[in-house]
């Protein structure tokens, strides 16, 4: 996305153009998967999202016995598809390849899926006006080559004289980044994305990023995927582990890989005995991760720009006809942090159409209310599983990803986006990277 493009250049910039890859891709990946790492015990994964599912997959690849266990009805996590309401199929969550330099990068390019570079036009919804660029150049605050300090981007962004008029522009930088702006830190944003290496072209796919991983990877691993298994304790007091679901059935495995957002670790949704140590939870809690949604909007003409960031309901909304080959015209609402927190807090996906309609009205005199034909909700906030967006850098974070994404005992390894720890974090295929890592990371202590 355009948006989360710039702060991806500024890190690069930050760094002064050298990026150093802290994760090898194709050539490490490869040596890793065919060396002779051998294991013949049991795997249990905990999440159907990209790292679980990603981690089965090379699992599966090395001939090693695992299962999925998954709480909801569907495999994906925070990638779906929505079929049927337009003319082209809806990415529920995540919907951009950030970069082909990547895992997913890859898969797409041996699949075949059709992308496209999103290079559609930025406006802004400034002093109650669209306009095509802004009096000052905001981007370039985050393009320091010097650390940024520790404080808010709201107000690093004041400090650098960005005050009130800018308030949702700045929000709408934060919100790509999955919280408000008072709430992400200038400089763990910048810091923790020094080694983003996927590229800074953000793709979208003719069909879906669902489409991609269900083809690529879950075709091959259907089988070992559990649905509705909501796992509720994990006891990894003796060597083979019991992990018992809502239903009180249970499971033995050998090692566990746990993928669920960090939201589900931090609501100790999961019991661990014995009790995970002090350190790593206070590692979970350091890690944000705040509310987010995704509003489709169909009208029955195109009366709106390809991409308007600024708006106090919604930061941001884009065209979502760009990349597909169909052309009916929806409109996505990309609403995090706090503007998600106040939509929810209506209460009714009807509140929520209005608030947004009632917006979009005064950007472009009424023609929003007279030309929608229908709307659709995906709210992760209320989803019982995931509970948010994705992880973001918080103030005084430190090293809570590194902490937190460390296994225990020899039994326990942790994945998931917010587990990233090459800057890939709050992506598919970050997330991806994290279930490899700890399949390989199992493999390596079996190997010792
Ligand atoms: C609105 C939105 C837009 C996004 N846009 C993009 C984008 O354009 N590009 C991009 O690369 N990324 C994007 N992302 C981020 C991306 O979707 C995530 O980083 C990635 O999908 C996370 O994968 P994961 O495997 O770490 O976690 P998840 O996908 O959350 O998977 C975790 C799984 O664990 C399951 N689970 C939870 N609790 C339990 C339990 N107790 N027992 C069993 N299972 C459990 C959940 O149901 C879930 O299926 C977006 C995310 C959102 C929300």
């Given at each position: ?99 082909k330099n990547s895992i997913a990068g890859e898969l797409a390019s041996r699949s075949g899926a059709k992308i496209t570079l999103d290079n559609s ?328």
């Open positions: 996305m355009e948006r989360r493009d710039f702060i991806k250049k500024s890190t690069f910039f930050s760094i002064g153009g050298l990026l150093i890859p802290s994760l090898c891709l194709s050539s490490c990946r490869n040596e890793l998967l065919f060396k002779d790492l051998k294991f013949n015990g049991k795997v249990i994964i905990i999440g159907a999202g990209a790292a679980g599912l990603y981690a089965g997959y090379i699992l599966k690849s090395k001939g090693i016995d695992f299962q999925i266990l998954e709480a909801s009805s569907n495999y994906g996590g925070r990638i779906g598809k929505l079929s049927g309401f337009a003319n082209f199929p809806l990415d529920t969550g995540a919907e951009w390849l950030h970069g036009d930025e406006k802004y919804w400034f002093k109650n006006q669209i306009v095509s660029s802004l009096p000052k150049d905001i981007n370039a605050i985050f393009s320091r080559e010097k650390n940024l300090p520790d404080i808010s981007f709201k107000d690093f962004a004041i400090q650098e004289g960005f005050g009130n008029e800018y308030k949702n522009i700045v929000e709408g930088i934060a919100g790509d980044s999955g919280a408000a702006a008072s709430r992400i830190s200038a400089y763990w944003k910048i810091k923790e994305e020094e080694n983003w290496i996927s590229g800074d072209d953000d793709f979208k796919f003719e069909e879906t990023y669902f489409d991609l991983i269900d083809s690529q990877i879950v075709s091959k691993i259907q089988n070992n995927i559990q649905l509705n298994t909501i796992v509720k304790k994990i006891n990894y007091t003796d060597s083979t582990i019991e992990i018992t679901d809502s239903f009180n059935n249970t499971f033995k495995a050998d090692k566990v890989i746990i993928t669920v957002p960090i939201t589900i670790l931090k609501s100790n949704a999961i019991e661990f005995i014995p009790s995970l140590p002090l350190d790593k939870t206070n590692a979970f809690s350091k890690i944000g991760m705040d509310a987010g949604m995704k509003v489709f909007l169909k009208f029955n003409n195109k009366f709106f720009d390809q991409n308007i960031i600024g708006g106090s309901t919604s930061a941001s909304y884009s065209d979502e006809s760009i990349g597909k080959l169909q052309d009916d015209n929806v409109l996505l609402a990309f609403i995090m942090g706090e503007q998600a927190e106040y939509l929810t807090s209506l209460g009714s996906d009807i509140e929520i159409k209005n608030a947004l309609l009632q917006e979009l009205d005064s950007m472009y005199n009424g023609q929003a209310s007279a030309s929608l034909i229908s709307y659709y909700v995906q709210n992760w906030t209320t989803n019982p599983f995931i509970k948010g967006a994705y992880s973001y850098s918080t103030i005084g974070m430190g090293n809570a990803r590194e902490i937190s994404a460390q296994s225990i005992n020899k039994k326990i390894y942790f994945a998931g986006e917010a587990m990233n720890l090459n800057g890939h974090h709050q992506t598919v295929h970050g997330a991806m990277e994290t279930g490899y890592r700890e399949v390989i990371n199992i493999l390596k202590d079996i190997n010792k």
